[in-house]
């Protein structure tokens, strides 16, 4: 007879000693990256039609790109400013003068910054709660406002979120070497843009490494230091070379930034959010509930996210997020007198995935079956979230874009006047005018100053020169008796010996 195998019959009893099933393993997360990539592409599409078209370059731009411009001169290159934006835009600002060619560029850059940010978290949180905080912080107004800018909070963002995730694998493998490579280029991102904010926004990894066994591994910690330094390395190389050293820079930095110390900022950045790209002095009352209500409930989610995942019994990657959220957002919040929403860039980014996980599991079940009521209220209350930044958005974009046009049509005026290359420009709003009119700027005082009263006197003899100041401003008293013209909403006075040679 053939032999078969000797299969138990279904239900039939087992002979021997019972045992008891083994537990089913952990199933890991969703690794697909898919949906983060979507996002990204959804992300960098609404930069390229809400706000590239016809917005030009803002006062800070005009400053980071001058540096690199091959048709302005470069504008005074302030204390608290670093060279990470200049070397960003410098592959478009060197050869092309076009605002939208460096917009295009940027979205570009961003939508792929993002993407790999939300990467480095891949297995650490399903592939859905990382895809909606791409969402999340992708739909934030201020996000969209400034991904396709020349401004550095952003790339401090996205580069604080690939670091944490970074470290944290790292940590867990140290013989990972893309999360190690991941970890130093994140950290030389964010230091490359703005030092001290890379410093804030890091500060709670090193103490994460000292104080949790798991996490408790070397290399990561002089990997990240590795690359705050390379990052950081020019800036503190200039601060010796054109600042007096670095114990200036800083107290320079502090200084036009109004002193750092304790000065409690919280309802300045609240009265930001409804679309003030710099609340300086913040006065006026907050925007109104809809515009703010979510800025409120932000840290009662993060706190409700540590909540679930103490609970869940996998504490570190949450914790960790909020904490370096926590740190970046510190002095913005508790040391500095006045507020832009662009401050808050990074932990907004960061606080995206704990967010985004409390969602999900309002949403769906622990099994990701959607429950049907949750799912309704969540999505109507997210609707109404992003019909309220689009209002925002439309409102800051179509105001922004009135300025710099205003700011074109003074350098259209002035050049009519006879103020050409090379030309000189000093007084209110003088940087940005100057990059327009591609002109160099001069101050003799104030944050800006890069001559003395001399130097300004010898230029208005010796240069096509004009005085720019807020309509109804009467000028420096050696420029009383030039005529003034109005050009762009402001007026500008031009020196006789430059109206003698305009045609």
């Not at 006062?59 to 005074?76: C, I, L, M, R």
């Not at 910054?113 to 107004?141: K, Q």
């Not at 100057?434 to 010898?458: E, I, K, M, V």
Request: net charge positive.
């Amino acid at each position: 007879m053939p032999r078969t195998q000797n299969v138990p019959l279904l239900g039939a009893r087992r002979r021997g000693p019972a045992t008891a099933p083994a537990p089913p393993a952990p199933r890991p997360h969703p690794t697909g990256t898919a949906p983060a990539a979507l996002v990204a592409v959804a992300f960098t599409l609404a930069q390229l039609f809400l706000v590239t078209p016809s917005m030009g370059l803002g006062w800070d731009e005009t400053v980071y790109v001058g540096q690199v411009s091959g048709h302005a001169p470069a504008a005074f290159f302030s204390a608290p400013r670093a060279r990470g934006v200049s070397v960003l835009v410098a592959p478009i600002a060197a050869w092309s003068s076009s605002t939208a060619v460096l917009r295009v560029y940027l979205a570009v850059l961003s939508g792929l910054a993002l993407f790999v940010a939300l990467r480095a978290w891949r297995g650490l949180f399903p592939a859905r709660v990382l895809a909606v905080a791409g969402a999340l912080f992708a739909s934030l107004w201020v996000t969209l406002f400034y991904g396709p800018q020349a401004m550095p909070n952003y790339w401090v963002a996205v580069g604080a979120l690939a670091c944490a995730g970074c470290f944290l694998r790292a940590a867990a493998d140290p013989a990972d070497r893309r999360a190690l490579w991941g970890l130093g280029l994140s950290a030389a991102l964010m230091t490359l843009m703005r030092p001290t904010d890379a410093v804030w926004a890091t500060l709670p990894l090193p103490v994460a490494a000292a104080a949790v066994p798991r996490l408790r591994r070397l290399r990561p910690v002089l990997v990240l230091a590795a690359g705050l330094l390379a990052g950081g390395a020019q800036w503190v190389v200039e601060a010796y070379t054109g600042y007096g050293g670095l114990g200036q820079r800083l107290a320079d930095a502090s200084r036009i930034q109004g002193g750092l110390g304790w000065n409690i900022a919280v309802l300045d950045q609240a009265r930001s959010l409804g679309g003030r790209a710099l609340c300086r002095p913040c006065a006026g009352d907050l925007p109104g509930p809809a515009t703010t209500l979510w800025w409120f409930a932000l840290p009662l989610a993060a706190a409700l996210a540590v909540v679930l995942a103490v609970r869940a019994r996998r504490p570190a990657a949450t914790v960790l997020l909020v904490a370096c959220a926590a740190t970046a957002a510190l002095p913005y919040l508790f040391m500095i007198g006045y507020a832009a929403p662009r401050f808050l860039l990074p932990a907004y980014a960061l606080l995206a995935i704990p967010v985004a996980d409390v969602v999900v599991r309002l949403a769906t079940r622990p099994g990701g079956a959607v429950r049907p009521v949750a799912a309704t209220l969540v999505a109507l209350a997210l609707a109404a979230h992003l019909a309220v930044q689009f209002a925002v958005l439309q409102d800051t974009v179509r105001r922004t874009t009135d300025a710099h046009r205003g700011w074109a049509a003074t350098a259209a005026e002035l050049h009519r006047l006879g103020v050409r290359p090379p030309c000189r420009l000093t007084g209110h709003q003088a940087i940005p005018v100057a990059f327009y009119a591609r002109c160099a700027a001069l101050a003799s005082s104030g944050h800006n100053a890069n001559t003395t009263a001399q130097g300004l006197a010898r230029a208005a003899r010796t240069l096509p020169f004009a005085v720019v100041t807020a309509p109804g401003k009467p000028p420096p008293s050696y420029a009383r008796a030039w005529t003034p013209h109005r050009a762009g909403g402001l007026d500008v006075y031009v020196s006789p010996r430059t109206a003698s040679r305009a045609p």
